[in-house]
């Protein structure tokens, strides 16, 4: 679904952060808002997260590459176990992504008067 979307917004030649649609394709997913939610709070370790979510390991592992993919996470790996991956969010993404959502939704350059209907007009 996410690639006939930015196929869309290629061909309706919408300029679209390619890095602000990286992070809405990885943030439309309920299990993944909800790991954004507990690495909102803190570095998290796998196997707390698969343990929250009542998810495989497999499963989490895959959410978090989509994560990794748009940036908005990193990971590293226990020194003394490497068994162990730890995620955290990137503070820098994060910060890049609320400038962007902040910029694409601005209204204060809105015109408050209704466009003109088409039907109406005619064509």
Do not use: F
């Not at 996410?2 to 869309?8: F, K, L, P, Y």
């Not at 649609?21 to 997260?49: G, S």
């Amino acid at each position: 679904m996410a690639g006939r979307m930015a196929q869309r917004l290629r061909e309706a030649a919408v300029p679209v952060d390619p890095a602000l649609w990286a992070a809405l394709v990885a943030l439309a997913d309920r299990v993944r808002l909800r790991i954004i939610l507990m690495l909102r709070e803190r570095e998290q370790c796998v196997c707390l997260i698969t343990e929250q979510l009542g998810l495989s390991q497999g499963t989490i592992s895959h959410h978090m590459s989509v994560l990794k993919r748009a940036g908005l996470v990193h990971d590293r790996r226990d020194p003394d176990d490497t068994r162990w991956t730890y995620y955290l969010l990137d503070e820098s993404s994060v910060t890049h992504l609320q400038e962007s959502l902040r910029s694409l939704l601005d209204t204060s350059r809105m015109d408050r008067n209704p466009a003109p209907c088409l039907v109406r007009r005619g064509k």
